[in-house]
């Protein structure tokens, strides 16, 4: 079957229309357009908006050991697994023991303007103490940023979240942590395959939808502990 634009169109308004039904309620709040052809008219909002009121604003790093890790505006709250159905939680454990296993120290925060992995990646490693920080969609999508670095200029990527494994996301959290000692790096091979984009591309915008509506500028980054 060929997958063309109308198509992950068509069958992106049946998924919207389907959440809708089983109780995804339409707000009016929401900054996200269906299509004009959608019979949900006007604007909507797959999942009620997060209340971080009394978050506490992240502060900068000081220590060069630390490493800060980025997690997207729906992370473990509007979505708990990634693409590949990896629970979040884990995916977070895993991360931290791998910048712990380097003998580096972890700081969890929650970006709130951006769902960008890319600019993620890079506030979390300005904000961290080493200067080097890893930027994790609520997707799964990852990235290793330096802080003197241009937004697509990162240090790793890992774009395809359905083949991502836990044992990746630890190797990415030794790696970040590497990175900030001053080691050299190997970069982690990631497994590709040219048809992911297809099998996941309605879920993968539905989840950016989701966490995009999550984001709150005004709050900016607030420390977040992660596994609860």
């Known amino acids: 079957m060929e997958v063309n634009e109308q198509l992950i169109r068509a069958i992106t308004q049946a998924v919207v229309e389907q959440l809708h039904k089983n109780g995804a309620r339409p707000q009016t709040d929401a900054k996200v357009q269906p299509p004009a052809s959608s019979s949900l008219a006007g604007r909507t909002r797959i999942r009620p908006k997060h209340s971080y009121e009394g978050a506490v604003r992240a502060a900068q790093g000081t220590d060069p050991k630390e490493v800060v890790i980025g997690v997207g505006a729906a992370f473990q709250e509007e979505i708990k697994k990634t693409l590949g ?12 023991a ?15 303007d951006t769902s960008d992995v890319g600019f993620m ?5 300005k904000l961290s103490g080493s200067g080097f920080g890893i930027g994790i969609q ?5 990235v290793i940023h330096q802080k003197d670095l241009y937004p697509l200029s990162n240090l790793e990527l890992f774009p395809q979240a359905p083949l991502m494994t836990l044992e990746t996301y630890r190797r990415i959290g030794r790696n970040a942590a590497k990175y900030a000692k001053g080691e050299k790096v190997t970069p982690i091979e990631s497994t590709n395959d040219p048809m992911v984009r297809a099998k996941f591309q309605v879920k993968a915008a539905l989840m950016h939808i989701m966490e995009t509506e999550q984001l709150d500028p005004e709050k900016g980054m607030i420390e977040w502990e992660g596994v609860k």
């Not at 609520?138 to 990852?142: C, F, P, V």
Request: glycine content about 10%; overall charge neutral; charged content about 25%.
């Open 138 to 142: 609520s997707k799964g999508t990852t």
């Open 121 to 125: 990646a890079l506030q979390a490693a």
């Open 98 to 112: 791998g910048i712990e296993e380097e003998g580096m120290v972890s700081r969890v925060v929650k970006v709130l």
């Open 85 to 96: 159905g990896l629970p979040l939680d884990e995916v977070l454990r895993n991360v931290k």
